[in-house]
């Protein structure tokens, strides 16, 4: 039985980690993909949008030449992070359950499944779950959404040369996608239900979608909602009425929320309308003692609300915690 187990291996699962380590605590982190699952699945030329210090764990620099790293700078980074503090990793292995047994100094219990599809069981003192929320996109719900040319994740523009793209959403994904598919030859319709772009949206980016748009270089509906996807059209109703979208491909960028099962399973508490689970702020654990949570799964659909650079540090009070607990 180990001191902690942490549940993904992103930035805040791999800060948790080496908190650990310079604890002395016996420790381990399952992941049901790759290092930093979230980040090897975002597109592969994405710049982030802070800069490498903001992105730092451990205390090992971040060193680029480039004012913001780029996705295969950061993949470098934290391959080196787990090389450099020698982090147990348990990859491909996916957390179904976990359960909490017996008396409040009982261990925890997680039922996991590797690839081949074998089950297994690990116990520990404490638990931490840092497993984000890039994995589980908001659904629209409307007919054709799961046709083999719609997506929730845009990759990148060149298999799109010379092809007609609808991007559905108005936050900085939508505006860096139809900016680069224009850029790479597509025919680009942005189609958002708002009467504009986010003001979330990077200031370095605004401008320049709205010049798109404005130029019609980019074709843009706003106020419009999609209500059916065909495989050779986006259906959408705007201030006009009802509308045909001619898509060869449809990439609906519409946000991301944490999957909150293995939460509830546990006994944690989630606020149904903002998936927020009840937590200390101060030490991050749940209303479960000896459970934590980590990094953005804390904020529930706010996901706005905590990235790398402030998730980053949530391992050193989860830590703390456990250390003050174990004492008491």
Known sequence: MRDLLIVGAGPAGLATAIAAVQAELDYEIVEKGALVNSIFHFPRQM????TAELLEIGGLPFVT???????????????????????RVAFDEEVLAIRRHGPQDAPFALQTRTVDGNLHERRSRSVVLATGYYDHPNDMGVPGEDLPHVSHYYGEAHPCYRKRVVVVGGKNSAAIAALELYRAGAAVTLVHRRAGLSDSVKYW??????????????????ETCVRAITPTHVVVEGPAGPAELPADRV??????????????????????????????????????????????????????????????????????????????
């Open 47 to 50: 710049v982030f949008f802070t």
């Open 205 to 222: 980016i605004k401008p320049d979608i709205e010049n798109r748009i404005k130029e019609g270089s980019v074709a843009a509906r706003f």
């Open 251 to 328: 990439f609906l960028l519409t946000g991301y929320h944490p999957e909150v099962g293995l939460l509830r399973g546990a006994g944690v508490r989630v606020d149904e309308a903002s998936l927020r689970p009840e937590h200390d702020p101060q030490t991050l654990e749940t209303g479960v003692p000896g459970f934590y949570v980590a990094g953005a799964i804390v904020s529930g659909k706010e996901t706005g609300r905590v990235f790398i650079e402030n998730g980053r540090f949530h391992g050193d009070a989860i830590v703390r915690s456990i250390r003050s607990r174990a004492v008491r």
């Open 65 to 87: 030449p480039y004012e913001k790293p780029t996705q295969a700078e950061a993949l470098r980074y934290y391959r080196r992070v787990a090389d450099t503090f020698q982090l």
